[in-house]
């Protein structure tokens, strides 16, 4: 059954965050602010369902049509003049098929949008298992670093931990088989590298 479309406030930003995941954000714009404002009334009187908005990934001045389905957790300050910081978090993610720059009578943008399945449990490929284990051996000559505790069963456990740039973990997660395998598996083999260029620095030489 094809998943039910809805309204939903927009507010495009260079983040791409997993379900539970959250993150600060500071509230300047007049547009943000009404739609912070809205929220913050919902989240007030636990209107749970009406404590969410979008967040599309934007980036590079393209704005995609996927994003993190998110609400409002706390404002932590209010600073002169309105402007504010909030901290957010993920619930879940989206697609859009409409997106209107402003929705009349507001002033923020919103789209009609439908619920989208990342795929965040799709278990990792054995070769994958052995190039992250190889990558934890790595990792664990840091003395900051505890491996035990990164999980690395799922797609959702690697994203969580391995550190990857916005754009990218927002290509991996919209991916889908034969490309999300090959993304991946370079994504793996760049850390690799990098973290042996480390060591071999860390021991007194730069590799060639």
Same mark, same amino acid.
């Given at each position: ?71 409002? &957790?706390?404002?932590? @300050?209010?600073?002169? +003049?309105? %402007?504010? *910081?909030?901290? $957010? ?42 190039? &992250?284990?190889?990558? @934890?051996?790595?990792? +664990?000559? %840091?003395? *900051?670093?505890? $491996? ?54 860390? *021991? ?5």
């Amino acid at each position: 059954m094809a998943s039910r479309s809805y309204s939903l406030p927009l507010f495009p930003l260079g983040i791409f965050l997993l379900p539970g995941e959250r993150t600060g954000l500071h509230i300047f714009e007049p547009r943000y602010r009404q739609l912070v404002a809205e929220l913050e009334a919902a989240l007030t009187t636990g209107q749970e369902e009406a404590n969410r908005f979008g967040i599309p990934f934007h980036f590079e001045d393209v704005t995609a049509r996927t994003g993190c389905l998110a609400r409002l &957790v706390e404002v932590k @300050k209010v600073h002169p +003049g309105g %402007r504010k *910081d909030i901290v $957010v978090e993920c619930v879940g993610h989206f697609e859009a098929t409409r997106f209107l720059k402003v929705a009349d009578p507001k002033l923020y943008p919103s789209g009609e949008v439908i619920e989208r399945d990342m795929r965040l449990s799709q278990p990792l490929s054995a070769p994958q298992k052995d190039a &992250v284990r190889n990558i @934890k051996t790595l990792l +664990g000559q %840091r003395p *900051d670093v505890d $491996v035990s505790l990164l999980a690395s069963h799922t797609i959702q456990d690697l994203t969580s931990w391995l550190g990857l740039p916005p754009a990218q973990k927002h290509r991996l997660l919209v991916s889908s088989g034969e490309k999300r395998t090959a993304f991946l598996d370079g994504v793996l083999r760049w850390t690799t590298l990098v973290l042996q260029q480390e060591v071999h620095i860390k *021991d007194g030489f730069f590799p060639n």
